[in-house]
Protein backbone atom coordinates (compact mmCIF):
# COMPACT_ATOMS: atom_id res chain seq x y z
CA UNK A 1 0.00 0.00 0.00
CA UNK A 2 2.71 2.10 0.59
CA UNK A 3 4.23 2.28 -2.84
CA UNK A 4 1.06 2.35 -4.39
CA UNK A 5 0.24 5.51 -6.39
CA UNK A 6 -3.18 5.86 -6.43
CA UNK A 7 -5.07 8.15 -4.40
CA UNK A 8 -7.78 7.77 -2.32
CA UNK A 9 -10.39 9.98 -2.21
CA UNK A 10 -11.61 10.50 1.76
CA UNK A 11 -14.83 12.34 2.60
CA UNK A 12 -17.11 12.18 5.29
CA UNK A 13 -20.54 10.16 5.96
CA UNK A 14 -23.19 11.56 8.49
CA UNK A 15 -24.15 7.78 9.89
CA UNK A 16 -21.88 4.82 8.85
CA UNK A 17 -18.06 4.43 7.55
CA UNK A 18 -18.90 3.33 4.15
CA UNK A 19 -15.85 2.27 1.53
CA UNK A 20 -15.77 1.32 -2.06
CA UNK A 21 -13.10 1.31 -5.05
CA UNK A 22 -11.23 4.23 -4.16
CA UNK A 23 -13.24 5.93 -1.95
CA UNK A 24 -13.60 6.53 2.07
CA UNK A 25 -15.78 7.63 4.05
CA UNK A 26 -15.46 8.08 7.74
CA UNK A 27 -18.23 8.67 10.16
CA UNK A 28 -17.28 11.42 12.56
CA UNK A 29 -20.25 10.10 14.45
CA UNK A 30 -20.08 6.54 14.50
CA UNK A 31 -15.96 6.97 14.98
CA UNK A 32 -16.34 9.30 18.00
CA UNK A 33 -18.77 6.89 19.33
CA UNK A 34 -16.55 3.92 19.13
CA UNK A 35 -13.79 6.40 20.59
CA UNK A 36 -16.44 6.79 23.69
CA UNK A 37 -17.61 3.15 24.35
CA UNK A 38 -13.66 1.88 24.89
CA UNK A 39 -13.40 -0.21 28.12
CA UNK A 40 -10.31 -1.41 29.11
CA UNK A 41 -8.65 -0.03 25.77
CA UNK A 42 -6.97 2.85 24.30
CA UNK A 43 -10.06 4.50 22.99
CA UNK A 44 -8.48 5.09 19.65
CA UNK A 45 -8.31 1.45 18.76
CA UNK A 46 -11.25 2.27 16.61
CA UNK A 47 -10.48 6.24 16.50
CA UNK A 48 -10.05 7.67 13.05
CA UNK A 49 -6.41 6.34 12.43
CA UNK A 50 -7.67 2.66 12.88
CA UNK A 51 -10.50 3.36 11.26
CA UNK A 52 -8.84 4.92 7.96
CA UNK A 53 -6.71 2.21 8.23
CA UNK A 54 -9.71 -0.71 8.54
CA UNK A 55 -11.26 0.86 5.73
CA UNK A 56 -7.62 1.17 3.52
CA UNK A 57 -8.01 -2.28 3.08
CA UNK A 58 -11.22 -2.52 1.66
CA UNK A 59 -10.41 -0.38 -1.12
CA UNK A 60 -8.07 -1.49 -4.38
CA UNK A 61 -5.18 -0.78 -3.29
CA UNK A 62 -5.55 -2.35 -0.24
CA UNK A 63 -6.36 -5.52 -1.23
CA UNK A 64 -9.98 -5.11 -1.71
CA UNK A 65 -10.95 -7.40 1.60
CA UNK A 66 -14.30 -7.82 2.63
CA UNK A 67 -15.17 -8.38 6.66
CA UNK A 68 -16.87 -11.39 8.13
CA UNK A 69 -20.58 -12.15 7.84
CA UNK A 70 -20.10 -14.57 10.36
CA UNK A 71 -21.38 -13.91 13.67
CA UNK A 72 -18.62 -15.03 15.53
CA UNK A 73 -15.22 -14.16 13.58
CA UNK A 74 -12.67 -11.24 12.56
CA UNK A 75 -12.28 -12.01 9.26
CA UNK A 76 -8.82 -10.54 6.86
CA UNK A 77 -9.02 -6.92 7.61
CA UNK A 78 -9.33 -7.36 10.88
CA UNK A 79 -6.63 -10.12 11.02
CA UNK A 80 -4.53 -7.25 9.49
CA UNK A 81 -5.63 -5.09 11.61
CA UNK A 82 -4.79 -7.06 14.74
CA UNK A 83 -1.48 -7.28 13.23
CA UNK A 84 -0.94 -3.58 13.67
CA UNK A 85 -2.75 -3.40 17.32
CA UNK A 86 0.24 -6.08 18.41
CA UNK A 87 2.83 -4.07 17.01
CA UNK A 88 1.45 -1.00 19.34
CA UNK A 89 1.11 -2.78 22.54
CA UNK A 90 4.57 -3.77 22.22
CA UNK A 91 5.18 -0.22 22.04
CA UNK A 92 3.12 -0.02 25.21
CA UNK A 93 -0.18 1.29 24.07
CA UNK A 94 -3.26 -0.58 24.86
CA UNK A 95 -4.94 -1.20 21.89
CA UNK A 96 -5.95 -4.89 22.77
CA UNK A 97 -6.80 -7.82 19.81
CA UNK A 98 -10.13 -7.24 18.25
CA UNK A 99 -12.04 -10.47 18.98
CA UNK A 100 -15.13 -10.24 16.56
CA UNK A 101 -15.62 -8.23 13.40
CA UNK A 102 -19.51 -8.16 14.10
CA UNK A 103 -20.60 -6.00 17.13
CA UNK A 104 -22.75 -8.45 19.02
CA UNK A 105 -26.49 -6.81 20.72
CA UNK A 106 -26.20 -7.08 23.96
CA UNK A 107 -28.61 -5.83 27.11
CA UNK A 108 -25.58 -3.47 27.50
CA UNK A 109 -25.33 -2.02 23.99
CA UNK A 110 -23.75 -3.47 21.01
CA UNK A 111 -20.09 -4.67 22.00
CA UNK A 112 -17.19 -5.14 20.02
CA UNK A 113 -14.89 -7.96 22.09
CA UNK A 114 -10.92 -7.05 22.42
CA UNK A 115 -9.96 -9.45 24.77
CA UNK A 116 -11.31 -13.44 25.81
CA UNK A 117 -13.42 -12.13 28.83
CA UNK A 118 -15.46 -9.91 26.48
CA UNK A 119 -15.66 -12.46 24.05
CA UNK A 120 -16.69 -14.89 26.22
CA UNK A 121 -19.39 -13.52 28.16
CA UNK A 122 -20.71 -12.46 24.87
CA UNK A 123 -21.22 -16.04 23.68
CA UNK A 124 -22.41 -17.06 26.55
CA UNK A 125 -25.00 -13.81 27.01
CA UNK A 126 -23.55 -13.21 29.95
CA UNK A 127 -22.63 -9.14 31.96
CA UNK A 128 -19.31 -7.98 30.66
CA UNK A 129 -17.13 -8.37 33.91
CA UNK A 130 -14.69 -6.36 35.07
CA UNK A 131 -11.66 -8.17 33.44
CA UNK A 132 -13.47 -7.39 29.76
CA UNK A 133 -11.67 -5.58 27.31
CA UNK A 134 -14.11 -4.26 24.88
CA UNK A 135 -16.04 -0.97 22.69
CA UNK A 136 -19.95 -0.58 23.33
CA UNK A 137 -21.32 1.45 20.46
CA UNK A 138 -24.68 2.48 19.76
Known amino acids: MIDNKTEI ?4 HAKRTVTSGTQIGLSF ?4 NMVKGAVGVDGNTLGFGMTFLHE ?3 TTIGGDYHDSTELFGTGPVVDNMNIIR ?27 PFNESALTSLKYNSSMGKKAHYIKIK
Open 56 to 58: LHH
Open 86 to 112: NELNKQGFNYGERLNYKAIHTKEGNII
Open 9 to 12: EVSY
Open 29 to 32: EQIS
